[in-house]
């Protein structure tokens, strides 16, 4: 399998090896956790442990005050209605302590998870933008975002949960187990012990059962939620057609599968509840009985009975959530597993470990021999050989899928090729780092896709450090500067989602705007008047030739017309240039590029 068409380790629906991946991808987490850098955020974990770990001895104390309480309660002597209230008042502000404990630990421990948040969040989105482009024409955006959400909300649930919660459980259990066994007897530890046990063996069954149906929850989810952002991004497509009915009855399929293991979920939630409290509470009988029995003997008194029912309570409050818990877990390490999942995706087009930044002298681009296939079992460019002197100007004209737009994502190295080499100035591409090669470099595609942001914000994209006099600058050398002070909000005029808000002229306008701002050495115009009308292709024009005055362009053109003026006019077959020259030379030779001109002029469609 070619390395661009891996599968990632896992999939949306979880690891290969679940148990194997799960420990490695929590020995991932710790480093965001406890990173080497940070020294007060170190030292912030260790005193939010400490403080876990006085909040646990409290609460396991506090109810030692009650039963000291209820037993001076019986007292005969002139103390039992002062010391009682002494000790009542005690148990309050023990109570009241072991919150404010971990209320403390949580606010000192939050500042090192959303620190390990925001690092694994940003570093994600940073591969993401790292991964190639065949990884993002494969991806459904809405299951992704979705699924990476899911990733980040699972890392701040472990970080909590495993934390603060299953380890100071564990450790009140041990500790209510030891004082049952030392102050009311091994019997009372051994219930206790068992009691615990059944429920957790249960709590644990019931949960794994569980969660095929969270898990077909999760896959619906993703489903319905990527149907309903596709639908919205091609609201107009929906339109043109008229299937808005068709649209709802595909997400209403996706919801009507998401509720019915919704349903599900929530009718073994009910059954796990139902089971869990009738183990505690048969538990918490049974030691009441034995409670009963040795006060009754005048072995226990009946604080002893309230100290037992107390410590019981207390504990099986924590572990009342363990269902939830458990389940919780699972599903976040499964969740994580994806996230990291993601960050192992293979990126495809690497910089090497020696590369160096492209230094751009006289801007001369060579395509040598190049051989390319999106897919080894068709190939698209066979044996391309051109290039495009310093300061001139190539065009490539051909048929629809003559291989005319790979250039531009060859050249900007989105794919390596299989064969040849692409040079600028004499560098081969892939020796230089592709952030240097990228700023070389400015386009203006054929489809133009802006941010959901203001008109200056996408001008001033091509160069984020730029001033607003350099984005009028920009705007009026790409003759879009009229139309925009023409509106209302000027250049804050947001123009929607993907631009949709602007004609496909203006948002075209846009992008040479930008282009223009980026100020690049070498021109790449895939097709950069395709939308616009003869008169502002005119003016379009006129732009473009001066910008492109003394800098290298290479033109992949629809419209002939535009390409006339250029140094040399390639003319491309199904991946191989049948056709080379200047405008007159080509309509001389009687050949192909003179019929594509003929049918030009005569206003029939020429397939270019």
Not at 44 to 69: D, H
Not at 372 to 384: A, N, S, T
Not at 552 to 560: D, E, F, K, N, W
Request: hydrophobic letters at 45%.
């Amino acid at each position: 399998m070619p390395r661009g068409l891996q599968h990632s380790p896992i999939d949306s629906t979880g690891p290969k090896e679940p148990t194997t991946y799960h420990w490695q991808s929590i020995r991932r987490l710790i480093p965001y956790l406890w990173p080497r850098d940070r020294f007060d955020l170190k030292l912030r974990i260790v005193f939010a442990v400490l403080l876990m770990l006085l909040a646990k001895g409290v609460t396991v104390y506090t109810p030692f005050f009650y039963k000291s309480a209820i037993d001076n309660l019986q007292s005969p002597t002139g103390q039992a209605v002062l010391i009682p209230a002494f000790l009542l008042m005690a148990y309050g502000m023990a109570r009241f302590g072991g919150v404010a404990l971990a209320q403390l630990r949580d606010a000192v421990f939050s500042q090192a998870s959303q620190h390990a948040l925001r690092s694994v969040a940003l570093q994600t989105f940073q591969h993401l933008h790292a991964l190639s482009l065949r990884f993002h024409l494969e991806r459904r955006t809405g299951g992704m975002s979705r699924a990476i959400d899911r990733g980040t909300r699972a890392i701040d649930f472990l970080l909590r949960f495993l934390t603060f919660n299953i380890v100071p459980t564990v450790l009140e259990l041990l500790l209510v187990a030891g004082i049952f066994w030392v102050h009311f007897g091994w019997i009372y530890a051994l219930c206790l012990l068992v009691a615990v046990a059944i429920y957790i063996v249960f709590s644990v069954a019931i949960t794994e059962w569980r969660t095929r149906f969270r898990k077909t929850m999760n896959e619906q989810d993703s489903k319905a939620n990527s149907r309903a952002i596709d639908s919205l991004l091609n609201y107009e497509t929906v339109k043109y057609f008229g299937n808005e009915e068709h649209e709802a009855n595909r997400y209403d399929r996706a919801l009507k599968s998401y509720q019915g293991a919704a349903l599900q979920s929530q009718s073994s939630l009910s059954l796990l509840n139902a089971g869990q409290a009738l183990i505690i509470n048969i538990a918490l009988a049974g030691v009441m009985i034995l409670t009963a029995r040795d006060a009754l003997a005048g072995t226990l008194t009946l604080g002893d009975v309230v100290l037992a029912n107390s410590l019981l309570i207390q504990l099986f409050v924590p572990l009342n959530l363990l269902g939830f818990v458990y389940r919780e877990i699972r599903q976040s390490l499964i969740d994580m597993d994806y996230l990291f999942g993601l960050l192992d995706r293979d990126q495809e087009i690497a910089d090497k470990v020696d590369a160096v930044p492209l230094v751009v002298k006289g801007g001369e681009v060579r395509f040598q021999a190049v051989d390319f296939g999106y897919d080894p079992r068709r190939q698209i460019l066979h044996d391309l050989s051109f290039h495009v002197p310093p300061g001139k100007t190539v065009a490539i004209v051909g048929p629809s899928g003559a291989g005319k737009s790979t250039l531009s994502r060859i050249l900007y190295r989105f794919y390596d090729i299989t064969a040849g080499a692409v040079l600028i100035d004499g560098m081969d591409i892939r020796d230089v780092t592709q952030k240097s090669l990228r700023q070389a470099i400015g386009i203006v595609p054929q489809d133009t896709v802006l941010f959901n942001e203001s008109i200056a914000y996408n001008i001033r994209y091509g160069r984020p450090d730029a001033s607003d006099e350099d984005i009028r600058q920009a705007a009026r050398f790409a003759r879009i500067d009229g139309f925009i002070d023409q509106l209302p909000d000027g250049y804050e005029t947001l123009v929607g989602e993907r631009g949709l808000k602007l004609s496909g002229g203006e948002k075209q306008r846009v992008a040479i705007a930008r282009t223009i701002l980026k100020d690049p050495p070498i021109l790449l115009l895939d097709e950069a008047t395709s939308a616009l009308d003869s008169r502002t292709e005119r003016e379009i024009q006129e732009a473009i030739e001066q910008i492109s005055r003394n800098r290298t362009t290479l033109v992949i053109a629809h419209r002939l017309s535009t390409v006339v003026n250029a140094d040399e006019i390639l003319v491309l077959d199904q991946g191989r240039i049948i056709e080379r020259g200047a405008h007159e030379s080509l309509l001389l030779a009687q050949g192909t590029y003179h019929a594509m001109w003929q049918r030009q002029l005569d206003g029939s469609p020429s397939d270019v």
